[in-house]
């Protein structure tokens, strides 16, 4: 780390203030999940408990990450940096009974959320750090969601997501998290970056009321014109009138 991230690693503040002046930095298209899914709007989201701990995912993010496994069917779901492990309950609680979670974290206690819960044999819960090793059992091309919420330094960011890429179903979707504008200074979220890169040769999105961003291996082939139908110009609340917008709060 040189000195001036350093700097910006322990004031946290003045890395947020600073962000505020980059303009440019979150340049994906913005997908509105409604116009993607036909059955959006009708799946119900329930949240019996809600997420504990400074880590834990967002409730916005949360909602619009049930939503995708809900409305895309998926049977075979991972999540890499678990933490206590509500997102993975979250899932769990969602998707069908017989689709399979995995969860992922570098911290051996996680997943306190569901252990000992009914929902428990549904989770393969792994200990260890995101690696060829942890995901060597994974066959290319089985996994219909996975989301990834571990490091957010630009270097993991692009480590974990070229061991995850291979493993996405045809239909599948990968889903990252904090796509959003912080930690360019501290080093501590190169998610933008990275993903700015990545979007030069695949189709990536950011959704629309969230921090999330969002691939399907589908949006270069058959499912390319839902793709294109369901991205947005997300306009700034100043230039919408809140009363007759149907956007969602950006
Ligand atoms: C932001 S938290 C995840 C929050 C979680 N997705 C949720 O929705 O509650 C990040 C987690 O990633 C784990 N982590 C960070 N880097 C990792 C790595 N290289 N390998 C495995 N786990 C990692 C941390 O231990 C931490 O629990």
């Not at 009974?97 to 549904?122: C, F, L, S």
């Not at 970056?193 to 979007?199: D, G, M, R, T, V």
């Not at 999330?212 to 793709?227: C, D, G, I, T």
């Not at 919408?240 to 969602?248: G, R």
Request: with cysteine.
């Amino acid at each position: 780390m040189n000195m001036l991230t350093k700097f910006f690693y322990y004031r946290p503040f003045a890395d947020l203030t600073l962000c505020h002046f980059l303009k440019k930095r979150l340049t994906l298209p913005n997908l509105l999940l409604e116009e993607y899914f036909d059955n959006f709007d009708t799946h119900p989201v329930t949240l019996h408990q809600l997420p504990k701990g400074a880590w834990s995912t967002p409730l916005a993010d949360v909602i619009m990450l049930l939503k995708i496994a809900v409305c895309s069917q998926a049977k075979k779901l991972m999540e890499v940096g678990s933490f206590r492990g509500y997102t993975a309950l979250y899932l769990a609680q969602h998707v069908s009974p017989d689709a399979k979670i995995v969860t992922v974290d570098r911290y051996p206690e996680h997943g306190e959320a569901y252990r000992n819960t009914q929902y428990a044999h549904r989770i393969e819960r792994r200990v260890g750090e995101t690696s060829p090793e942890i995901f060597q059992q994974d066959s290319p091309g089985s996994y219909d969601f996975i989301f990834l919420d571990a490091d957010h330094s630009y270097e993991a960011v692009k480590h974990d997501t070229e061991l995850l890429l291979p493993l996405i179903s045809p239909n599948g979707f990968l889903v990252w998290h904090d796509y959003a504008n912080w930690g360019y200074f501290d080093g501590k979220n190169g998610v933008p970056e990275y993903l700015k890169e990545l979007s030069e040769r695949l189709p990536i999105a950011h959704v629309i009321g969230s921090d999330l961003a969002v691939y399907s291996p589908a949006w270069s082939r058959e499912q390319k014109h839902l793709y294109e139908k369901a991205i947005v110009q997300k306009l700034h609340h100043t230039q919408i009138d809140a009363w007759t917008t149907a956007s969602l709060r950006g």
